[in-house]
Each structure stands twice: as structure tokens, then as C-alpha cells.
């Protein structure tokens, strides 16, 4: 009886190397349930994303923040992600085209993109598309009237981080004179300029705000010569808001002196001092921090264990350090201890909601 069994055991044995020569592949070896495999996850495998940027990188602002995030989802989590960034350039007449071509392509489990100017046209491809999943950031989507399960939204409260800065323009002004200095009038720059004029004055209501504009996100001489004429206005402070473009108020403010300027997006004093810009550093003494990159960074996260929903607008605010304000060596050589926990204050408010914002949305 035992000769049997062995025969057709030996039977079975042959029968699956055959089956295997002719192409079958053979069944995985399960993993005990303690066990974790070392094996990196196959590229087919991982989750692909296609950070899409109109414009480029190295603005020291804001695309340059969602790359460091990208370059986070691939240091941490490179055994099951595969993000890469592609640079639209600033020529607007190419976008349209260039976003479909990503679509097309079906390369991406996830495209992310964003900004006023690229609403529309996201909006129809999603359409067209229902089954590619989209992060749009830094506009507002209206799911009631284009109502997608493929999409969610990132909103950035920077009205938030604003005011906080707001407040400590007005701290540090001695002629009672700033201005806010934006890209392009839309609703996130209004919402930045709203937050921004509100803090300033809670610390000082009879300061001047003005509001400016250089009309580019991408063209530094027209920063520069918008911030040129507020600080021979009187001006001290400028919140320079406006991409590729704001890097002309920090040239502008090396003209005059005892003025000073805010950065956005990035830690922009930081990285002035990285790159060696030191005068230029200790002109920004503080700059709004639009941490996009961790935003995109802990959205990967939930998209990872399954909690982040579909079709729906996410806020991203001071509670959570998504804004904020920088804090460097120059904030701490223009500011006293007690104004930095005047300020530290000021955004423990806006956390547990003491202090409400204003919003342009």
C-alpha cells in the first residue's frame, strides 16, 4: 500500500513539472503570518504618481515645496511609490495639452495638480476620465456642481498662516506702512491678502495695509519694481506672495534700508542662507509656511492605509503645522522673546479656534 501511495506521489511530482514547462507559473509560496518579506515591491506594483507642475521647479516657494514632498514619498515609502514631477513650464498656451497628454498616457494610478489656472481644464479631463484618481490643491472644487469620486481638493488655509505673519508685520513696522505684494488676484491670493490684513490688525488697527499687485508668477522684475514703489512709498515691511515673481521683492528690499520683506511657501530666509544670500536673509525676517509638502506627503499616507475619501475638499491649516510662520536667526535678531510668544500665542488661537480668520472663500 505504501508503494502505491510513493507511485502516484511520483506521478503528481512529474505532472507538475510538465505543466510548468509549458508556461504555467507555479503557485507563490505563502509567507508564514509572522513573517514580513525584505523583497521590494516590483515596479508594476507600486503606486505611481505624476506631480504636474505650470511652471517649474526652483521658485524657492511653492512648487519647489510639492517637489520635497514627492522626493519624501520616494525616500519613505519607495517599496510601494514611484512619484516623479513633470515641469509644464511657465507657457500658458501648452498646459491644456500638456495635462491631457498625462491623462492619455495611463501611466499614473495618481496625477497631481492644482492652482486657479488649471481648475477648468482638470475638471473636464476628470470628466473624461472617471476612473483616474486626482489630487487638485490649492483651489477650491465644487463637488456639487462637478461632483467626481475620482478627485479630492487641497486647501492650504493660508488666510491662516497670513494672519500670524500679518501680525508680526505689524509688530515689526516702525513707519506703520506695509503692503501685501501677490501674484495674480484670485481667491487663494486674497485669501492670503485677508488673512494678512486682519492679523496685522488685531496687533495695530491703525497700521496701513496696502494691497499690490505684480500682475506674474513668474517674472522677478516685475516683483521688483511693484515692491520698489512701496518701499519709496514709506513701506517697511512686504509679504511678497507670488511665486517665480515674489523673488524680486527680496532684490528690491537690498536697495533700501531698514526695510524687510516675508517670504511665502518655503522657509525662504532658510534658504537664502543655503544658498549663500546672506543679505538677502537677513532681509526676510519671517516667511508664511505653505507646507505643501507635508500635505502631499500625509495624504499618501491615508491614500497607503485606506482612510483617505474620495470627492471631497480636505483643509489644511495651522492646527496640524500645514501654515504657519517661519522662525530663523534673523526673526529672532528683529523680534524679542516675548513678541515670539506673543506670536506663538497668537497661532495657539487660530488652532483651537479662538482666533477666527478671515477667509475670500
Known amino acids: 500500500m505504501k508503494k502505491l501511495i510513493c507511485i502516484l506521489l511520483a506521478c503528481f511530482m512529474v505532472f507538475g513539472l510538465v505543466a510548468c514547462g509549458d508556461g504555467a507559473a507555479p503557485a507563490p509560496t505563502a509567507q508564514p503570518d509572522n513573517q514580513e518579506t525584505a523583497e521590494p515591491a516590483p515596479a508594476d506594483d507600486k503606486i505611481t504618481i505624476a506631480y504636474c507642475i505650470n511652471g517649474t521647479r526652483g521658485d524657492k516657494s511653492f512648487f519647489d515645496s510639492g517637489n520635497e514632498g514627492m522626493e519624501w514619498i520616494n525616500r519613505d515609502f519607495g517599496d510601494k511609490a514611484q512619484a516623479e514631477v513633470i515641469e509644464f513650464t511657465y507657457d500658458d498656451t501648452t498646459w491644456r495639452s500638456k495635462l491631457e497628454n498625462v491623462f492619455m498616457s495611463e501611466q499614473y494610478d495618481i496625477i497631481i495638480v492644482g492652482t486657479y489656472d488649471m481648475l477648468g481644464m482638470t475638471v473636464e479631463l476628470t470628466e473624461q476620465y472617471p476612473d483616474q484618481k486626482v489630487w487638485f490643491y490649492d483651489e477650491q472644487w465644487d463637488f456639487e456642481a462637478n461632483p467626481r469620486e475620482n478627485v479630492i481638493s487641497l486647501l492650504f488655509k493660508q488666510n491662516e498662516g497670513s494672519y500670524v505673519v500679518g501680525y508680526m508685520a505689524a509688530m515689526a513696522s516702525k513707519t506703520n506702512h506695509i503692503s501685501f505684494c501677490g501674484g495674480m488676484s484670485n481667491t487663494v491670493l486674497l485669501d492670503f491678502f485677508a488673512g494678512y490684513q486682519q492679523g496685522a490688525k488685531a496687533y495695530n488697527p491703525d497700521i496701513i495695509v496696502d494691497e499690490t499687485w505684480m500682475d506674474s508668477f513668474s517674472d522677478p522684475s516685475k516683483g521688483k519694481d511693484v515692491a520698489s514703489a512701496s518701499y519709496g512709498q514709506g513701506v517697511d515691511v512686504v509679504f511678497a506672495c ?112 479662538s482666533i477666527v480668520v478671515d477667509t475670500a472663500f
Do not use: C, H
Open 242 to 353: 507670488g511665486g517665480s515673481a515674489g523673488l524680486g521683492v527680496f532684490e528690491a528690499a537690498l536697495e533700501y534700508p531698514d526695510v524687510y520683506v516675508i517670504g511665502v511657501d518655503g522657509d525662504q530666509g532658510a534658504m537664502w542662507e543655503a544658498a549663500g544670500e546672506t543679505a538677502k536673509a537677513e532681509k526676510t525676517i519671517t516667511s508664511m509656511t505653505k507646507n505643501v509638502n507635508q500635505g502631499f506627503y500625509d495624504t499618501f499616507k491615508k491614500e497607503l492605509d485606506g482612510t483617505l475619501e474620495y470627492g471631497q475638499n480636505y483643509r489644511l491649516g495651522v492646527n496640524g503645522g500645514y501654515v504657519g510662520a517661519a522662525i530663523t536667526s534673523t526673526t529672532e535678531n528683529v523680534f524679542t522673546p516675548e513678541q515670539l510668544q506673543a506670536v506663538k500665542d497668537v497661532q495657539a488661537g487660530i488652532a483651537d479656534g
